[in-house]
Structures are given as structure tokens and as C-alpha cells.
């Protein structure tokens, strides 16, 4: 069974920092692209950033500069590290994955975890 996991939410100040973390687990036989989403209470679920198996990232214009993804392969984990971090960053934050297994390519996804930026 496929699993993605998410971890490292929680409350930081505005102007901190935090890195939230997504290990992918179960009989994966290769990883297309990545990324992470986030959803606000009352909004969509928005694209935060991407990556693809090149290691080539994109990010939505509201977090350019500030947020940078990452992957460690080995450890089937992808990475998003969160500084200067404001209000409007608070969000449940998604782990989403391109997977390929013995049953084919589909999208998976995390439980997600909560960010709060607040004083």
C-alpha cells in the first residue's frame, strides 16, 4: 500500500521559519513529479510548489523567494522549507505525488498537516 506522510507542521511566529517533510512509502516503482498544496478554511486547495524528476521546481507566485522544495531520493522524501513566513501562509499544507506501481501511475496524497503563522 502507498502512503505519503506528512510531518513538521505546527505554530511560528510571522517573519519565522519551518519545514514540513513528505516520505512516500510502499512497493513504488518509479516517481513522477511532486508537490506541495496548501488549503486555507474557506478557499481552495492551491498549488504551493513543484517538482519534477529532473529537480526542476516551479512555485506560485505568492511564495517565490521565500519557500524552496527539495527531494532526497534515497529516502523517498520531498522537502518544503518555509522562511519569512506570514499570516496569510497558514494552511493545511498536502504532500501530492506522480507515482508509478504494479498497478500503474496515479496521483496520491498526504493527510496533509497544519501550518499556523500567528502572533
Known amino acids: 500500500q502507498v502512503q505519503l506522510v506528512e510531518s513538521g507542521g505546527g505554530l511560528v511566529q510571522p517573519g519565522g521559519s519551518l519545514r514540513v517533510s513528505c516520505a512516500a512509502s510502499?512497493?513504488?516503482?518509479?516517481?513522477?513529479?511532486m508537490g506541495w498544496y496548501r488549503q486555507s478554511p474557506g478557499k481552495e486547495r492551491e498549488l504551493v510548489a513543484t517538482?519534477?524528476?529532473?529537480?526542476?521546481?516551479k512555485y506560485a507566485d505568492s511564495v517565490k523567494g521565500r519557500f524552496t522544495m527539495s527531494r532526497d531520493y534515497y529516502k523517498r522524501t520531498v522537502y518544503l522549507q518555509m522562511n519569512s513566513l506570514k499570516p496569510e501562509d497558514t494552511a493545511v499544507y498536502y504532500c501530492?505525488?506522480?507515482?508509478?506501481?504494479?498497478?500503474?501511475?496515479?496521483?496520491?496524497w498526504g493527510q496533509g498537516t497544519q501550518v499556523t503563522v500567528s502572533s
Open positions: 517538482i519534477t524528476t529532473g529537480g526542476i521546481t
Open positions: 501530492n505525488a506522480g507515482l508509478v506501481t504494479r498497478v500503474g501511475a496515479n496521483d496520491y
Open positions: 510502499g512497493s513504488i516503482l518509479s516517481f513522477n513529479s
